[in-house]
């Protein structure tokens, strides 16, 4: 479902993602862990079409990024740190514009539906966004992919500031959607998430993958125990 093949992005004479590859299967968590600077957000905005690859290539479905950005952006959730939303606007109407411009057009009820699946209380969904907190941006966050029925999920450090019980809830939804068939890749520091939720776990460092394991054959204790070995090799 996403395939990420020899990937490669240089900065001038800096690589930052060297010849990575990772496929995820629909239903399939992929937890990428690495230092600050390992080359993770650039393997994200590559998927994204935000930048493009100077060599290799990212399949969405089967599809190109770098020959078909829209149709492939339309098949994609993403879930930074901190969900973009308009602030001005209600949960409902952020949801609504964004399934819209995925090519998809719910009614209120069914809108609300898709909140309340991913979490949101039902007294938040005609508040304004700018008022709500990071978890609840995320539940939103949660609530489009489902909305625009996406495929592929990206999730750039998703729990970063979240509070234990938003973390956990976090989790279970990222549950729901592998239930549902969605591919998921999700760049974190949180080794314990990573080992909770994800199916396979891969380091990676200078760009590479260095190491790649299924999470349910590894301790949490050995899981930080091999990243902090990665670290110094
Ligand atoms: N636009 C850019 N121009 C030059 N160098 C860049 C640019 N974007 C990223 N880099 C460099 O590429 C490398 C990889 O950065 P990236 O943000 O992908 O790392 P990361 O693994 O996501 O780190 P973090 O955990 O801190 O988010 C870093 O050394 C970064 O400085």
Known sequence: MLQIDRLIKRYGGYTAVNGLSINIAPGELFAL???NGAG???TI???????QPD?????IDGLNVSDAPLETKRRLAYIPEQVNLYGHFTGL???AYFAELSGHRYEEPRLR???AEAGLQT???????????KGMRQKVGIAIALAKEAKVLLLDEPTSGLDPSASHEFSRLLGQLRERGVAILMATHDLFRAKE???RVGIMRHGSLVRELTAAEISHTDLEKLYLETMSD
Do not use: M, Q, W
């Not at 905005?45 to 930048?51: D, E, K, S, T, V």
């Open 33 to 35: 862990l690495g230092p």
């Open 45 to 51: 905005n590559c998927l994204l079409g935000f930048i």
């Open 93 to 95: 109407e952020n949801l």
């Open 123 to 133: 007294e938040a969904h005609a508040r304004r966004v700018s008022g709500y907190s």
């Open 55 to 59: 060599e290799g290539r990212a399949l």
């Open 40 to 42: 993770k957000t650039t």
């Open 113 to 115: 539906g898709f909140l």
């Open 197 to 199: 939720d994800a199916t």
